[in-house]
């Protein structure tokens, strides 16, 4: 229960509990406070916290008239606290309603409220929130208390005049008041009423471009992207240097055009060179735009004013990831962990891959080992294994799995997966299906667990079983691309049911459009039917976008059926000195070398 101040319910609270109220007429610097539990004097003017009804409620100092302390104000303070505390809420909240509507007393009112609250009749809350204003109208938590409810409510009539009371009432918090305006109504669907609301909130401060802001805000919710535009220009008129109203022109100016957001961005970090925030952005929307090599210019620039700034220091290293630059990710990912974030599992994972590609596999063990939860988490222990596992030590590689599910059981269907990986690169294929099947034992309908046993099994050379895991999946999933794909391209690989195959990987790709693999398939499905020029197509949009060693076998076969011999054995060639390790390219070159 909220602290009592007021003189009647402090009194009435006092009495019904046991406790002694000031005498009528004792003024408040002569009255003697009551030792805490504690063993100190509370202070006067202080509430006293009461959690049941075994706590104190010290009264508020000031003199009670013994008047009001009627036997009925008594007995029915009594009777709605011993209600609520046996979970009587209902009743609770309506012996408090009758008592402060009677008594119109600020304090019951406000206790009333409470009740109303924990019976869920917001209604009632409603009610007696208009009646505290009534009864005491100088009070800021009457105020914050009605208008809260009429916002919760979505009751925006007659509000704009409460809010601009409250917001002329604290002039100094104004501006970030009127900055934090839209939040108040961001579960509110009516838009267009949120905006005209907002107009009138705002009407009396359009000298403050906080103002304007608030009106921008409002503007874009509601879809009126052009008078949130012309709001976001008055703001940077009234304060040409106000880094949010720059921000702010930005990002509706990207809705747009993301090119007219950067020029936007870049003419006030040239006129304003200091405005950190700024710059910030206009590197991150370089990167959106995928204009690396300015974004890293630009972050780099940054990191010479702000080397110690974690906001700065990240997106330089995952840039030089980007860009191979290894040294430069490393020196920054090394000095990011040197740094007060919150959570150091990301740069941790990225100095495990940095480690891990230049071969220091005992470093990349250690920094994955520091990969705590979340999205890091489980590609952090899946490398780890593969790692281990590639050491010769396979049990220890599947008993850090095994691990990390047993603390993350969330996990455990993709760490299972990641197990059975380990399996098959060893050579245990008929091991991998097995495990995977244990799980699907008591998972029949995981779709992910489904997907790798059919591939598995297709190794195996089981191909019903392949098929058959492959056709439940679909019928759990009917928009799973990768379903249709897989079964479509077994059939084309094997050169069998060739219409249906088309049928399935057509379908796939309409889910997918851009997916390479599927991509690849399509290609393959033609190759078999011999369109040779079709397949062509869609292999070398495939291979530019993904430059994959099953791919590049692919393009190979058909450039060198189409009589570009020269070619396939260069594609094939480059394609080898990227995957030294693929049978699919060494085959292919020795089927397809003079």
């Known amino acids: 229960m909220k602290y009592i101040k007021s003189t009647l319910l402090g009194a009435a609270l006092a009495l019904a509990f046991g406790m002694s109220a000031p005498a009528a007429g004792d003024p408040p610097q002569d009255r003697q406070e009551k030792p805490s539990k504690a063993g100190k004097a509370a202070k006067p003017g202080k509430r006293a916290p009461r959690a049941n009804t075994s706590e104190s409620i010290v009264p508020h100092p000031e003199a009670t008239d013994g008047s009001e302390l009627t036997g009925q104000v008594v007995y029915q303070v009594l009777l709605a606290e011993v209600a609520l505390q046996r979970g009587r809420n209902e009743f609770a909240s309506q012996a408090y309603a009758d008592l402060a509507t009677r008594t119109r007393d600020a304090a019951i009112l406000e206790r009333a409220i409470e009740v109303a609250g924990y019976a869920r009749r917001f209604d009632r809350v409603q009610q007696l929130a208009r009646l505290w204003v009534e009864v005491d109208p100088e009070s800021k938590r009457a105020q914050q208390v009605l208008v809260g409810v009429l916002v919760m409510s979505n009751q925006l009539d007659g509000l704009a005049p409460q809010l601009i009371s409250m917001l002329e009432a604290d002039r100094p918090a104004l501006p970030g008041n009127l900055l934090a305006l839209n939040r108040m109504f961001a ?249 995977l099947e244990e799980d699907l034992k008591e998972q029949p309908a995981q779709t992910d667990l489904l997907y790798e046993s059919a591939l598995m099994a297709e190794r195996l050379g089981r191909l019903e079983l392949m098929e058959s895991r492959l056709r439940k999946l679909i019928e759990l999933q009917p928009d799973s691309a990768q379903a249709y794909n897989a079964l479509g391209y077994s059939y084309a690989d094997r050169n069998v049911r060739l219409p249906e195959a088309r049928q399935l990987i057509e379908k796939a790709l309409k889910l997918a459009p851009n997916d390479p693999f599927i991509l690849d398939s399509m290609a393959w499905v033609l190759y078999r039917q011999g369109d040779l020029e079709g397949a062509l197509t869609h292999l070398q949009r495939a291979y530019a976008q993904r430059p994959d060693a099953e791919i590049a076998a692919h393009l190979g076969e058909v450039l060198w059926m189409l009589g570009r011999k020269d070619e396939a054995q260069r594609t094939l060639r480059e394609a080898q000195k990227k995957h030294p390790a693929s049978e699919e390219i060494q085959e292919a070159l020795k089927r397809f070398s003079p």
């Open 187 to 435: 579960r509110n669907p009516d838009r267009q009423a949120v905006l005209q609301l907002i107009k009138k909130v705002c009407a009396p401060f359009l000298d403050l471009p906080e103002a304007h802001y608030a009106l921008a805000v409002a503007a874009s919710a509601a879809g009126e992207h052009e008078q949130a535009l012309a709001e976001a220009r008055q703001a940077l008129q009234l304060r040409p240097d106000w880094e949010p109203g720059a921000l702010l022109q930005a990002q509706l100016l990207a809705r747009k055009s993301p090119g007219e957001a950067i020029v936007s961005l870049q003419a006030f970090a040239e006129k304003y060179p200091q405005a950190r925030d700024v710059q910030l952005h206009l590197a991150r929307a370089l990167v959106g735009e995928k204009r690396y090599a300015e974004a890293k210019r630009l972050f780099e620039q940054l990191l010479l004013a702000y080397p110690n700034n974690p906001d700065v220091v990240y997106p330089v290293a995952i840039l030089a990831l980007q860009e191979n630059d290894k040294v430069l990710a490393e020196a920054q990912l090394k000095h990011l962990v040197t740094l007060d974030i919150p959570d150091k599992s990301a740069p941790y994972y990225y100095l495990g891959q940095v480690a891990e590609e230049n071969r220091q596999e005992a470093e990349a063990l250690a920094y994955y080992r520091q990969v705590g939860p979340g999205e890091h988490y489980l590609p952090a222990q899946i490398r780890s294994a593969a790692i281990i596992a590639q050491q010769g030590k396979l049990d220890e590689a599947r008993s850090l799995l095994r691990d990390a599910a047993a603390r993350d059981p969330q996990l455990r269907v993709q760490l299972v997966i990641a197990e059975a990986a380990l399996l098959r690169d060893a050579k245990q294929t008929e091991a991998a299906l097995q495990l």
